[in-house]
């Protein structure tokens, strides 16, 4: 059988396969000049470009004025001079400025001062004009009837101008007791304002300097982002030259993957059988053999 196994067997099953990592040749001439073009660039600007210039936006005009503006207020009002010193004249009066340390005293003689009926030169006048007007009445009813200067006359005249001073003098002693208890709380109220103000005065007192703390701040941030820039400059110019070499090792790295060829060859069908009309099924049918 070995006869046959020689002439139908078609020779070696062995596989052989051929690689070529050479680029497509229609894509070489498009290569070599992409090469040559970025070897010219790389040559031409080894270290790279970069933008040199700031990317700060400095202050505006208007920006600047109005910064002038409130640091020249700020520093009109700082100390002893302007606004400040009168901040500091309440905090110094316990709170007050001068015309509420005026209502203070005042406020303060009411709700320490004792009853005195001389002491309200407005009452005394309404309290004459009241005493007068009664013996006005009093004399006219005793002249009517024929009585005017008598004893009864006396006596009526006593009794109604006294009864009315005391019923007056009463009513004052009365508003005078609400106007100490007024007092004396007003004078309480003042006291709790006088703290508010203290508070409110140191807050004026600091707001120049506060002021300025604002301006500084916004210069300290500009100078902040230009030194950011100036950061930003530095590594860009030192990071240009290694993106260069990235650029030109990338293209030449790519160009050697941009093509290539495979060649493969495999055993065929026997050309004995083929003649004899059995094909690739001539083993197949043969086989019984």
């Known amino acids: 059988m070995g006869w046959l196994s020689n002439l139908f067997g078609g020779g070696s099953n062995k596989t052989t396969t051929t690689s070529n990592s050479e680029p497509w040749k229609a894509a070489q001439p498009a290569l070599k000049s992409g090469l040559s073009q970025a070897q010219k660039l790389f040559n031409a600007d080894k270290d790279g470009s970069y933008y040199s210039g700031s990317t700060v936006v400095p202050w505006s ?6 910064m002038g503006f409130v640091q020249n207020n700020a520093r009109a009002n700082m100390g002893r ?13 316990g709170g007050f400025n001068d015309a509420q340390r005026a209502a203070l005293a005042n406020t303060q003689a009411t709700a320490n001062s004792s009853f005195n009926i001389n002491a309200n030169p407005a009452f005394q006048q309404v309290l004459r004009q009241a005493q ?3 013996r006005d009445s009093v004399n006219m009813s005793a002249g009517g009837a024929g009585r005017y200067g008598g004893g009864i006359h006396q006596g009526n005249l006593a009794s109604e101008v006294g009864d009315l001073t005391s019923r007056m003098v009463g009513q004052e002693y009365q508003n005078w007791q609400g ?8 004078l309480f109220n003042m006291g709790q304002q006088g703290i508010g103000n203290l508070g409110t005065a140191y807050s004026g007192l600091n707001q120049p300097a506060h002021d300025l703390f604002q301006v500084g701040a ?10 950011n820039d100036k950061l930003r400059i530095f590594n860009e110019k030192n990071q240009a030259p290694w993106d260069q070499i990235a650029r030109l090792n990338a293209v030449a790295s790519g160009a050697g993957q941009m093509g290539g060829t495979t060649t493969q060859s495999q055993p065929g069908q026997n050309p004995f059988l083929t003649a004899l009309g059995y094909g690739a099924t001539g083993l197949g049918l043969l086989g019984g053999f």
Do not use: F, P
Request: without cysteine; hydrophobic residues 30%; aromatic residues 2%.
């Open 81 to 93: 001079t302007g606004l400040a010193g009168q901040y500091q004249d309440v905090i110094n009066q």
């Open 61 to 66: 005009q208007q920006t600047q004025q109005g």
């Open 179 to 186: 106007r100490r208890d007024a007092a004396n709380n007003n």
């Open 132 to 134: 007068n007007a009664a």
């Open 218 to 227: 916004m210069n300290e941030d500009l100078a902040t982002r230009q030194m």
